[in-house]
Each structure stands twice: as C-alpha cells, then as structure tokens.
T-cell receptor, first 115, second 111 residues
C-alpha cells in the first residue's frame, strides 16, 4: 500500500541553525501538508500546498518557515533559524485530487529537538 | 474559531468491551470529520472520514457517526482488543478544509 515517508526520523540541532525536513508524499496525490505536534499537545496545522504554491497557512507558519517541492517527488519544510519552541514532532501528509474533502495520509513524522 | 473537544481524555477497558469515544466541535459548518489513530511516537493513521452530507461510516469493528446540528461525532469500537490500544483523535475540517484536531482519547484495552 502506498505510504508517505519522512526523513530524518529524528533530528537534533542547535538553536539558530537551519533545518530541512523531507517528505515523499504518495505519488498520485496533489495536496501536501505539514503539521506539528508539541509533546503532549494537539496536532496543529502549519501549511498546505497545491499546484506549487501555498494554499493555506496558519499563524504558526511565519517567515522562519518555508516549503518547497523541489522535484516531482519530494516536499520539504525548512526552518531558517530554529528556536527552542520549535521542538516538536513534524508530520507531513498528502491527499488526492479532492484536497480537503479526501482522507489525508500522514507520514511517520520527524522528531525535532532544538537545544 | 473551531474548537474540538474529546471526551474522555483516557479510557481503560477489559478486552471484549464495546466502547464509545466522543468528539464535539463548536462550529457546525464543517465539510468533513475524520477519526485517526495514533500509536505512541508514531504518525497518524486515518480510520474513518465522514463527509458533512453523511451520517455515519463503518469499517470493520469501527463505526463513526456525525451529527452536525449538535456538533458531535462518536466513534464506536466493537469487541475491543488489546491491539486497539492507542490514542484516538478526531479532526473537523471547516471552510478552508484545514482540520482542527482534538486532544485525543487515550485508550488502553487490557487482556
């Protein structure tokens, strides 16, 4: 069964450093998402991406964040200058042509720890 | 702003019990509601998606219902098994199709 994959599974970085989280969505999906989950907290939406541009973003997704689909398969989340409060589990998800009306399939997540 | 609440926060039951997890949302103008399962330290697995025009969805031992007018959804798990132990999340999608998640119900099914 097709699945969303994410790399790395864990990342430890120093405050102020840039990190790039990578995702490979399901191949025929058109909508891509990033979410985060701070330990013990709710899953929070960050950004959605369709047709090579951001379609929605939350107030969390400020200028420190950016997303890119550099080729036909990868979808990345970049955090330019990490802060301690960026420590969280980051999930990528994708869905088919119906976008938000369809089931979103989540990857296993990247656990980011900022020291 | 949509708020999603899940009750109970935690539940421990013996194997074989039928159980109901509750989800309520404040804004009834939703497009769909989705139930997920999350295992510790893992990603989310979609269980059921109910469109706003539907009243329920079923998959195996799982049945989810949706009552938009009262802002409620329930997930019914029949004949629970230890393998059902996980956190169950509900998420409602409103005008921008972006899901708002609840905090989840942590379920333990003991043999």
């Amino acid at each position: 069964e097709p699945e969303v994959t994410q790399t790395p599974s864990h990342q430890v970085t120093q405050m102020g450093q840039e990190v790039i989280l990578r995702c490979v969505p399901i191949s025929n999906h058109l909508y891509f998402y990033w979410y985060r989950q701070i330990l013990g907290q709710k899953v929070e939406f960050l950004v959605s991406f369709y047709n090579n541009e951001i379609s929605e973003k939350s107030e969390i997704f400020d200028d420190q964040f950016s997303v890119e689909r550099p080729d036909g398969s990868n979808f990345t989340l970049k955090i330019r200058s990490t802060k301690l409060e960026d420590s969280a589990m980051y999930f990528c998800a994708s869905s088919g042509p119906g976008g938000g009306l369809e089931t979103q399939y989540f990857g296993p997540g990247t656990r980011l720890l900022v020291l | 702003k949509q708020e999603v609440t899940q009750i109970p926060a935690a539940l421990s039951v013996p194997e074989g019990e039928n159980l109901v997890l509750n989800c309520s949302f404040t804004d009834s103008a939703i497009y769909n509601l989705q139930w997920f399962r999350q295992d510790p330290g893992k990603g989310l697995t979609s269980l059921l998606l109910i469109q706003s025009s539907q009243r329920e969805q079923t998959s195996g031992r799982l049945n989810a219902s949706l009552d938009k007018s009262s802002g409620r959804s329930t997930l019914y798990i029949a004949a629970s098994q230890p393998g059902d132990s996980a956190t169950y999340l509900c998420a409602s999608s409103g005008g921008s199709y972006i899901p708002t998640f609840g905090r989840g119900t942590s379920l333990i099914v003991h043999p």
